[in-house]
T-cell receptor, first 114, second 108 residues
Framework: NAGVTQTPKFQVLKTGQSMTLQCAQDMNHNSMYWYRQDPGMGLRLIYYSASEGTTDKGEVPNGYNVSRLNKREFSLRLESAAPSQTSVYFC?????????????FGSGTRLTVV | DAKTTQPPSMDCAEGRAANLPCNHSTISGNEYVYWYRQIHSQGPQYIIHGLKNNETNEMASLIITEDRKSSTLILPHATLRDTAVYYCIVGANSKLTFGKGITLSVRP
């Protein structure tokens, strides 16, 4: 089925460890996004990529880096994980023009930093 | 992007219509109104969107006021599976900002 695939689904890290969250979409969308969601909160934008080869900071970019590897893939990297980065991370994709369906989301990566 | 205001929660009886309100008084002329829902801890799911006219699909209806400053999402026959957080968002050719949404609880 077409959609957004995130890996891994669950991860536990120790403080200071690094890891990369992977995201891939097969809908030929131009734009991709990374959000985090903390308990009882809405989604906050970390980084986004309006098109292949471009990335921009969102609302909460500190402590993260991203790579738009190609049109399909957009990865999020934590260089030195901190307990404050314990969260659920969602990747999404969309056409550049949002007049269609807007975003399609992945099922999330649940990250715990101890 | 314009901001939206939603009540924090509401409930309705199973089988009845659920009317979820949203205020977006600063909406711009080219911004669409989107509704998403998030069931438990899954990724948000698109429901419906509109610009000026009312819209209906297999999931819901969207009623937008003539001045576009507010809208209502209508779930015509709510079921227990419609219990979720519903997000009202406005946006155009840019990134979408998700607030806390409204928690809809459907009771038996």
């Amino acid at each position: 089925n077409a959609g957004v695939t995130q890996t891994p689904k669950f991860q536990v890290l120790k403080t200071g460890q690094s890891m990369t969250l992977q995201c891939a979409q097969d809908m030929n969308h131009n734009s991709m996004y990374w959000y985090r969601q903390d308990p009882g909160m809405g989604l906050r934008l970390i980084y986004y990529s309006a098109s292949e080869g471009t990335t921009d900071k969102g609302e909460v970019p500190n402590g993260y880096n991203v790579s738009r590897l190609n049109k399909r893939e957009f990865s999020l990297r934590l260089e030195s994980a901190a307990p404050s980065q314990t969260s659920v991370y969602f990747c999404a994709s969309s056409e550049v023009r949002l007049r269609l369906r807007g975003y399609t989301f992945g099922s999330g990566t649940r990250l715990t930093v101890v | 992007d314009a901001k939206t205001t939603q009540p924090p929660s509401m409930d309705c009886a199973e089988g009845r219509a659920a009317n979820l309100p949203c205020n977006h008084s600063t909406i711009s002329g080219n911004e669409y109104v989107y509704w998403y829902r998030q069931i438990h801890s899954q990724g948000p799911q698109y429901i419906i969107h509109g610009l000026k006219n009312n819209e209906t699909n297999e999931m819901a209806s969207l009623i937008i006021t003539e001045d576009r400053k507010s809208s209502t999402l209508i779930l015509p026959h709510a079921t227990l599976r419609d219990t979720a957080v519903y997000y009202c968002i406005v946006g155009a050719n840019s990134k979408l900002t998700f607030g806390k949404g409204i928690t809809l609880s459907v009771r038996p």
